[in-house]
């Protein structure tokens, strides 16, 4: 059974900070990519941060510079530092997780966790 827990989404001021984590269980959580996206009603689900099973890193232009993500392969663990955070980033975040191979592909999605930045 496969599952990802995102946590740590909450209502903040605009220029405040949060830290979402995404606890997985039933998968080798260390040879996984793992992604952060986000999702505003009407638009489509775009990609935030990715780290790989390696540790680089990948971020939207919308948050280089703000936002920090890393993972603990012992804890199965990935998070996500949201700092100066605006209206604009609001959304329901996701944690995913993605393996690739030859023969199989895996993709798994937590249920979303909700940021609201607001005056």
């Known amino acids: 059974q496969v599952q990802l827990v995102e946590s740590g989404g909450g209502l903040v001021q605009p220029g405040g900070s949060l830290r979402l984590s995404c606890a997985t269980s039933?998968?080798?959580?260390?040879?996984?990519?793992m992604g952060w996206y986000r999702q505003v009603p009407g638009k489509q689900r775009e990609l935030v941060a990715v780290?790989?099973?390696?540790?680089?890193?990948n971020y939207a232009d919308s948050v280089k510079g703000r936002f920090t993500t890393s993972r603990d392969n012992a804890k199965s663990t990935m998070y996500l530092q949201m700092n100066s955070l605006k209206p604009e980033d609001t959304a329901v975040y996701y944690c995913?997780?993605?393996?690739?191979?030859?023969?199989?592909?895996?993709?798994?999605w937590g249920q979303g966790t909700q940021v609201t930045v607001s005056s």
């Open positions: 039933g998968i080798i959580f260390s040879i996984y990519t």
């Open positions: 780290i790989t099973s390696g540790g680089s890193t």
């Open positions: 995913n997780a993605y393996r690739t191979t030859r023969t199989y592909e895996n993709d798994y």
